[in-house]
């Protein structure tokens, strides 16, 4: 039967074929049902060094890091510097936000993720 339309199309009878739609079925290799959490992790920085194992967990993109940064400022502020430029181009580049959290702290988030920076902080307080 496919033959003979087939033969009927090219055959040059007139007469053509009904167009069929074809569908594909793509497979996209993840399982949806799998929940992903994230992780909020702190982290000390004492040397320079340590900013290429925080940043090799940011890469991931699942982890919120709260980095405490007082070792590092008072042994050396050169250094500090550097981290914190690193920490910046990299977050810059996963499309992250990177924001100082009081005077120790910074708080280095994923793309996903927003940081407040509001006017001021607000305290919560029982009545």
Do not use: C, Q
């Not at 993109?61 to 250094?79: M, Q, R, S």
């Not at 920490?87 to 959290?101: C, P, R, V, Y």
């Amino acid at each position: 039967m496919v033959i003979r339309k087939i033969k009927k199309f090219f055959g040059g009878s007139g007469e053509k074929l009904p167009e069929t739609e074809e569908y594909v079925e793509v497979d996209i290799g993840r399982e949806i049902s799998k929940k992903v959490k994230i992780v909020v992790r702190p982290f000390i920085l004492k040397s320079f060094e340590d900013v290429g194992r925080i940043l090799e967990i940011l890469r991931e993109g699942y982890t919120i890091a709260l980095i405490d940064i007082k070792p590092l400022k008072a042994k050396d502020i050169v250094e500090l510097k550097r981290a914190i430029s690193k920490l910046k181009k990299t977050t810059d580049a996963l499309e992250g936000k990177i924001a100082g959290f009081g005077e120790n702290m910074i708080v280095v988030t994923p793309s996903f993720a927003e940081i407040y920076r509001g006017e001021k902080v607000e305290s919560v307080e029982k009545k």
